[in-house]
């Protein structure tokens, strides 16, 4: 038997009754959350079992990321056939499968088949995130988008706050140990993940949600823009653009942390992993900040603000050379990272109606940001020197303050 979430008239009866369903989707969120955190625990281990440089380190991010660029359109595609309810039970399900396929990953001791088990279990996360922001920023109250969004975003930050201590504690094991023992470490805890992801879509399947795409369709009658092709809203493309750079920049400072806190502060892998789950929770907790400021301020400024302190942080990061300065410098972008990644989809996707599932197919393709960025941040590690390939992050802020400033008012400046 279904749980409705809606009282009587369903989901015509405006968004201000979607409460509940709301409520639902933070559980994708957190899944999210902590399942690519995990991946800033498999680097430094898989580093030192397999021997690897930094660049070959970051082909973990590669290979999750990747699976945004490849999929994301196609999930797109799906969503909009299928619907949002069942994108985030098949995402569910494939990112179970892909956590399975850890157990003969380490069986095998083979470097390349972990990779592959990485890209299927990013291909179910890719269904989620193509289906559940979207489906977030359509139930969401009008005007309210970004605010909502960056509140239920708040507990993907609070999974990834928690991924890494716990993740250390299930996953590395004592240096003096062999490598097969440390390689079939993960296989219990990802077999663990599997099993919770096939119980939420099956929750997910009881419960019934929304359609939103009747809203979707409301949306586009109301705005009446004559555009005819989801390409045409230049301020999506530019929020891509933007997606690219914050998930790029994210990704690349949280997976080198650990090795900056062991190489400038002398800290080893497990201390260094509860030092990340200070960058991961300050991003939790500017979530639940901004999601109450932006009820005051507008969604743009506040991003404008936030990738100007990043870029100041990371300066700051730089010039001190390493030590505590460059530790808490880094480590406190996580709160200004916080509202980036919601506010740029919510202002991204705005007016879009009902190519909205199209536009989050295209808007996630570029979390792909978190493949290139990272390797191109550990490459210049490699050949120049691992702090000043903090530069490269920079670079990713700079262009989210021109998307916040100017960017973003792509099609109003047009008409």
């Excluded at 660029?69 to 949002?84: F, Q």
């Excluded at 359609?211 to 004559?226: F, L, P, S, V």
């Excluded at 929020?239 to 750079?245: R, T, V």
């Excluded at 808007?363 to 020197?385: E, K, S, W, Y």
Aim: proline share 4%; hydrophobic share 55%; glycine share 10%.
């Amino acid at each position: 038997m279904a749980i409705s979430s809606q009282p009587p008239g369903g989901a015509a009866a405006g968004k201000g009754n979607n409460n509940f369903a709301l409520t639902v989707l933070t559980t994708l969120f957190f899944m999210m959350g902590f399942i690519t955190c995990m991946n800033d625990i498999l680097i430094p281990h898989l580093k030192d079992i397999f021997q690897l440089s930094y660049t070959q380190a970051m082909l973990i991010q590669f290979c999750f990321f990747t699976a945004y660029a490849v999929m994301s359109i196609p999930m797109g595609k799906l969503v909009e056939k299928i619907g949002y309810k069942n994108g985030v039970m098949g995402g569910f399900l494939i990112a179970a499968v892909g956590c399975l396929l850890f157990y003969p990953a380490a069986g095998s001791h083979s470097y390349p088949i972990f990779l592959g088990a990485l890209f299927i279990l990013a291909s179910g996360i890719v269904l989620l995130q193509v289906a559940g922001n979207p489906y977030v920023t359509l139930l969401a109250k009008p005007g309210k988008e970004s605010a909502t969004l960056t509140l239920i975003q708040a507990f993907n930050s609070l999974a990834t706050m928690i991924a890494p201590p716990l993740g250390a504690m299930l996953i590395f094991v004592d240096a003096t140990a062999s490598a097969s023992e440390k390689i079939s470490s993960v296989q219990i805890p990802y077999l663990g993940l599997a099993g919770f992801l096939i119980l939420l879509a099956v929750v997910v399947k009881l419960i019934h949600l929304p359609d939103a795409r009747q809203i979707a369709q409301a949306e586009t009658e109301h705005n009446h823009d004559g555009k005819t092709s989801v390409w045409q809203y230049k301020h999506m493309i530019l929020g891509a653009i933007g997606i690219f750079c914050y998930v790029g920049a994210e990704v690349a400072i949280g997976s080198m942390m650990i090795n900056v806190l062991e190489e400038t502060a002398g800290l080893d892998h497990k201390t260094g992993a509860n030092y990340l789950a200070i960058y991961w929770g300050g991003a939790m907790v500017g979530r639940f900040v901004g999601s109450a400021m932006m009820n005051k301020i507008a969604p743009n400024k506040y991003l404008a603000f936030n990738a100007i302190a990043a870029i100041v942080l990371i300066a700051v990061a730089i010039l001190a050379g390493g030590g505590a300065v460059t530790m808490w410098a880094l480590l406190l972008i996580g709160f200004f990272n916080s509202i980036m990644f919601p506010t740029i989809f919510s202002l991204g996707t705005k007016g879009l109606g009902k190519y909205t599932g199209a536009a989050s197919g295209i808007i996630c393709t570029a979390i792909v940001g978190g493949a290139l960025v990272p390797v191109v941040q550990g490459f210049v590690a490699d050949t120049i020197g691992l702090l000043i390939s903090y530069l490269v992050s920079a670079v990713c802020y700079l262009y989210i303050v021109f998307f916040a400033v100017k960017g973003y008012r792509a099609d109003e400046a047009e008409a």
